[in-house]
Nanobody
Framework: QVQLVESGGGLVQAGGSLRLSCATS????????MGWFRQTPGKEREFVAR????????NYADLVKGRFTISRDNAKNTVYLQMNSLKPEDTAVYYC????????????????WGQGTQVTVSS
């Protein structure tokens, strides 16, 4: 049913920027809370940012606050993550997530996931 597809990852130098996109289909996107998470080898998946279904409220992990911005376009069924002032420690696979209710910072409780997109930040 519901599918999420991330794009926009790649290799960037420290201090640079990337914009990730998550295109969704097969669900009632405008009713879903959305989020971004990231994961590196040997680590648990961690919360990055979330946004409510109408875009009225956003929340960020402390380590990305002030550098990353989550947004959504409900007419296009798409959520974005603008990543500025990137640091080597931002290197990870970034995943898009959706929840039929309130999206959780604990990955297990969210309903739908994309396949991930690799972001690599060089020194």
């Amino acid at each position: 049913q519901v599918q999420l597809v991330e794009s926009g990852g790649g290799l960037v130098q420290a201090g640079g920027s990337l914009r990730l996109s998550c295109a969704t289909s097969g669900g009632a996107f405008s009713t879903y809370d959305m989020g971004w998470f990231r994961q590196t080898p040997g680590k648990e998946r961690e919360f990055v940012a979330r946004i409510t279904s109408n875009g009225g409220n956003t929340n960020y992990a402390d380590l990305v606050k002030g550098r990353f911005t989550i947004s959504r376009d409900n007419a296009k069924n798409t959520v974005y993550l603008q990543m500025n002032s990137l640091k080597p420690e931002d290197t990870a696979v970034y995943y898009c997530a959706a929840s039929r209710g309130y999206i959780s910072v604990i990955p297990y409780y969210n309903d739908y996931w994309g396949q991930g997109t690799q972001v690599t930040v060089s020194s």
